[in-house]
């Protein structure tokens, strides 16, 4: 069966009722990983179809599933930074948050969940928060060595925000 909705997704790659039937055979099966992959792949196609609401619906149905996995963390990751993304594109700051500060947890050297930190911090005007994200940013950046992305972080953090940064 997982062979012929395999192949039925090649031809139709689109089809969100096929992909899903495979991935409830995959979990049925205990093959997380898989089941994950295509989870992922719904929801984009669902993201491409227009159907946001029904891409995070899978994200968080993906969410629910990664803990069954070996690479948990890293599937998780990856999950939480696309709801990030979706969630900051419709101006949902609190619920962006929410998945970026859930990614600082399983990784607080995620430089790109704290870099958006650092942007919502202000856009929601917690200003603290802001600097102090940007502190750890930037020692992220130093431990590894990086210090033409410093001094890119800070030139830009002073170009956008020159009020916030000038203090």
Do not use: C
């Amino acid at each position: 069966a997982i062979e012929i909705y395999e192949k039925t997704l090649r031809l139709a790659p689109m089809d969100t009722q096929v992909r899903a039937k495979l991935i409830d055979l995959l979990i049925t099966r205990g093959e997380a990983d898989q089941a994950l992959e295509q989870y992922l792949i719904l929801a984009d196609a669902y993201y491409q179809l227009a159907q946001v609401d029904h891409a995070l619906e899978k994200y968080s149905e993906a969410l629910k599933l990664a803990p069954s996995s070996a690479k948990e963390n890293v599937w998780k990751i990856d999950i939480l930074h696309r709801m990030g993304d979706i969630f900051n594109q419709r101006v949902d700051w609190d619920r962006s948050t929410q998945a970026y500060e859930s990614i600082v947890t399983i990784a607080p050297d995620d430089e790109r969940a704290q870099l958006a930190l650092v942007d919502l911090y202000f856009k929601k005007g917690e200003k603290d928060r802001a600097l102090m994200s940007l502190d750890t940013l930037l020692g992220l950046y130093q431990n590894a060595g990086k210090a033409q992305k410093i001094l890119e972080v800070l030139q830009d953090s002073v170009q956008t925000r020159p009020e916030e940064m000038g203090q």
